[in-house]
């Protein structure tokens, strides 16, 4: 071992995790000289921490990188290794996208609450976090929510949203003392389902309540029924769940992990309207959007399950609400029609087929869209609006048709035309957000 050349050495250690470094550098002092080395420490830092500099958890400069794991390591040492580098690529997974896109929500994160505030909350609430979940309150203690007194109030969640007619949802992760006050707010209506239930994450405007069962482990969203009965849905698939062991996962950190994973892939997006910017949750590709062309026409449709204005566990005829947005426009060749090129086209009515599993249950016609008659040109983006239907099953779809006319309406340039809407589903989804 002492004859091995440099080259050798560094080539070994590139191989090696930190427990491994630390073990090779007891070995003799120029061994300990090769794995103190701070190029080696870089690249663990970066690879289990996502540090792009030698940082503390609080953000604080250290000497080194390895100080820096080290102090890292010393910080978290109560929970499993494995555990803390998971949740902390959660976390960077999101805040990454957030520095890119919209660093305003990024703003809004609290820096991370310490083990003593953590365990004065449970305290006050009478549990103990799950230990996933006590980690990601460790990385980041949820929301500021100043941003809930000014314009902004309904639109930096963290999670995001939807709207349609006069329905807005716009999710934002609570901070701890948030936490307490809403859950013993709720708790006031007693219901036994929720004894050992805290409140997450909530929406502005329209209420909209997310519990973790900090025995259980899993996410559970409210219904329609929440303030009668108590009723919720899980949120996270209960199969995914595992709370004990060196690769416990609550459905908190799922839930998280799958909202950063949407948001890295494009699944969802910012959606901007009425000079507002908003997370928004119609998902963007497919399966779940589907997209039609037809003589230059683009339509592209998604649905999304609304569940505090569904009881899904009742037999009822509106068992389940779907919102759905609709995004059309003329592509950049403009339209043609019969060899005939049109700079516009002007949308005169509307027909849809909705599904309830197989069957049909409605076949509607109208003009216009939500009073509207969109006008389409090249260049000129998308018409986006948004529209609601139930149907009395889990799932089911929308399909139909726009009729546009070439030119406007009141000045019409050919024939009248159909474009299609391909089926997009309706489906209660694993995830719920």
């Not at 540090?51 to 010393?74: M, N, Q, R, T």
């Not at 991370?112 to 996933?132: D, F, Q, V």
């Amino acid at each position: 071992m002492e004859g091995l050349e440099d080259l050798v050495v560094e080539l070994i250690l590139s191989k090696v995790d930190p427990t491994d470094a630390a073990s090779f550098a007891c070995v003799n002092r120029r061994f300990m000289v090769w794995a103190s080395d701070d190029n080696l420490w870089r690249r663990f830092c970066s690879l289990d921490l996502d540090l792009k500099a030698p940082i503390d958890p609080l953000g604080s400069p250290c000497p080194s990188f390895k100080i820096a794991y080290k102090v890292w390591h010393e910080s978290f040492g109560m929970y499993p290794w494995s555990l803390v580098k998971r949740t902390k690529r959660c976390w960077a997974v999101i805040e990454t996208w957030l520095a890119a896109n919209f660093p305003e929500v990024s703003n809004t994160l609290r820096k991370g609450a310490s083990e003593r505030e953590i365990k004065e909350a449970e305290e006050k609430l009478g549990i103990r976090l799950p230990p996933p979940t006590r980690l990601l309150y460790r990385f980041h203690d949820g929301q500021d929510l100043k941003f809930l007194e000014t314009k902004d109030a309904a639109t930096l969640g963290l999670i995001g949203g939807y709207w349609f007619y006069s329905q807005v949802a716009n999710v934002y992760l609570l901070p701890l003392a948030q936490v307490v006050l809403d859950t013993k707010k709720f708790a006031e209506r007693r219901f036994a389902s929720q004894s050992k239930c805290v409140i997450v994450a909530s929406s502005f405007y329209d209420r909209k309540l997310f519990f973790l069962n900090c025995c259980s482990g899993h996410l559970y969203v409210g219904t329609r029924k929440l303030f009668v009965d108590g009723d919720m849905i899980p949120c996270v698939p209960q199969l995914l769940v595992k709370c004990e062991g060196v690769e416990a996962h609550d459905a908190m950190l799922l839930w998280l992990e799958e909202h950063g994973r949407r948001l890295r892939d494009g699944v969802i997006g910012i959606r901007e309207e009425w000079d507002l910017r908003i997370i928004c949750q119609f998902p963007e590709t497919p399966p779940a959007c589907s997209t039609a062309v037809t003589n230059g026409v683009q339509v592209r449709a998604s649905a999304l399950f609304i569940p505090e204005k569904s009881s899904p566990t009742d037999e009822i005829d509106d068992k389940c609400c779907f919102a759905y947005s609709i995004r059309m426009s003329l592509l950049s060749d403009g339209l043609i029609l019969d060899g005939m090129y049109h700079s516009s086209c002007q949308l005169q009515s509307r027909h849809w087929i909705i599904r309830a599993g197989d069957a049909v249950v409605g076949d509607v016609k109208g003009e216009a869209v939500i009073g509207k008659y969109p006008l389409l040109a090249p260049n000129k983006g998308e018409f986006v609006y948004q529209s609601c239907s139930t149907i009395p099953s889990l799932t089911g779809s929308i399909e139909g048709s726009f009729t546009f006319v070439p030119g406007r309406i009141t000045s019409p340039k050919g024939r009248l035309f159909e474009v299609e809407v391909a089926s997009f589903p309706l489906e209660v989804p694993g995830y719920i957000f």
